[in-house]
């Protein structure tokens, strides 16, 4: 052609889209040439990410050791699992992990936090379990756009919507419930509760006596700060407060942890009223850390006098929760504690949102883990979060410790329907 014919140009443009696929498309475009040529323009948008980080923050030591660890193994499950599925399909994306212990203490949290963020670069982070480690890192993680999964996290303060907060779990307004059923439907109309004073035991507590109240129960509070070295002022005005209410009438409900839970215990078996009245607890306490060899076998022989009484999280019935408990067994060599089923969901939660964003961008993920949630059936059986993020509704299991044969177990003894706030005998 000569000066001034027509011709046209071909631009390829690339675009990234989804879990690193792609599209192209050919935009023919009519100019007026001076020579005869052919433009090919390839515009990648930006590199394929093929590996994605995923930032657990648990706790691995301190007073929540024995839930964190397990909870940390149920999500190296998950990661597990997903790179077999993707390995076999034929995709180059790939999870890894990162763990940091966050020591069962708000700084430790921080300091977990801080480093996943800034050392890994990870922008979903799974874990903790603590409401007072979650509380100790939101303002930073809102700052910075890092999306939170956490298990088992439930302070009823931290159900706010538009943040970077999500949980697998129902927040303590379920849990309290739960708590007061199992009280109530053992006939006792007063409770003396022995409780943390941090925003996972101060949600509960509240949670606990506005239910317990509504049916007529009276409630009396004794409030303890965490990581003392001894609770014997604190054990002593329970003891009191029993007294108070009279012992053949009252209850005792201990929303405890596991270091603090067992210095509790030791001493109030060696008081005459509270090692002769009815206890309840929280899930906590159906950790291996409460019995032999790991504690002292008075301590296990105190609950079973006491009936000590505890609810945690209903593992469903489901195909799901079944092959959780084989690879987890598959993987770690030992069978996983109770509620790690929510260690595992959280990770799949993660692991979720990414696939279906194609990115680990935290502003893109934050809009997405809520309507992933709601799609995904897990072990812990449907998470059907909230608009603040939070599991909406959640049922639990009612167990006791007894000793059988040399040994002590908990066994289940009654189902709490969260749909009907009622307790539920199992036959």
Not at 116 to 127: C, D
Not at 158 to 182: C, E, M, N, T
């Amino acid at each position: 052609m000569g000066t001034g014919q027509i011709q046209t140009v071909t631009k390829t443009e690339t675009t990234t889209v989804g879990a690193g696929a792609t599209i192209t498309r050919t935009v023919g475009t009519t100019v007026t040439q001076t020579s005869v040529s052919t433009v090919t323009v390839t515009q990648q948008t930006g590199p394929r990410k093929t590996e994605y980080t995923i930032g657990f923050a648990y706790e691995l030591t301190g007073a929540q050791a024995s839930f964190g660890n397990d909870m940390k193994d149920a999500g190296l499950v998950a990661i597990a699992e997903i790179n077999e599925i993707l390995e076999k399909s034929g995709s180059p994306i790939r999870f890894k992990s990162v763990v940091e212990d966050t020591a069962s203490t708000p700084e430790g949290t921080v300091r977990a936090v801080q480093s996943l963020v800034e050392n890994h670069r990870a922008s979903i982070i799974v874990g903790p379990i603590s409401s007072l480690g979650v509380a100790a890192v939101k303002g930073y993680l809102d700052q910075k756009e890092v999306v939170l999964v956490s298990c088992c996290s439930t302070a009823v303060t931290l159900k706010l919507p538009g943040d970077y907060i999500f949980r697998v779990i129902a927040s303590a307004d379920v849990q309290g419930k739960a708590l007061s059923q199992s009280v109530l439907a053992e006939g006792f109309k007063k409770a003396a509760v022995i409780y943390r004073a941090e925003a996972f035991g101060e949600s509960l507590f509240k949670e606990f006596k506005k239910d317990f109240e509504s049916a007529g129960g009276t409630v009396a509070a004794v409030p303890y700060a965490p990581d003392q070295s001894d609770y014997s002022a604190e054990v002593a005005k329970l003891s009191e407060e029993v007294r108070r209410l009279g012992p053949s009438e009252t209850a005792v409900v201990a929303v405890s942890f596991q270091t603090d839970g067992l210095l509790i215990l030791g001493l109030a078996r060696l008081d005459e009223t509270l090692s002769n009245v009815r206890w309840f607890g929280i899930n906590t306490l159906r950790v291996p850390a409460f019995l032999p060899p790991q504690a002292p076998r008075e301590i296990a022989e105190f609950m079973v006098k006491v009936k000590m009484t505890s609810s945690y999280t209903s593992p469903p019935a489901n195909p799901r929760y079944f092959h959780f408990l084989q690879a987890f067994e598959k993987l770690h060599g030992r069978k996983p504690g109770p509620q790690a089923e929510l260690g595992y969901d959280a990770a799949w939660v993660a692991i979720n949102a990414i696939l279906a964003a194609g990115t680990d961008n935290g502003r893109i993920l934050k809009d997405v883990i809520i309507p992933v949630a709601r799609e995904y059936m897990g072990a812990s059986g449907h998470i059907w979060m909230d608009d603040a993020g939070d599991r909406a509704i959640q049922d639990y299991t009612i167990s006791r410790i007894i000793a059988e044969g040399g040994s002590f177990k908990w066994v289940d003894i009654a189902f709490y329907d969260a749909s009907a706030n009622k307790i539920r005998p199992i036959s």
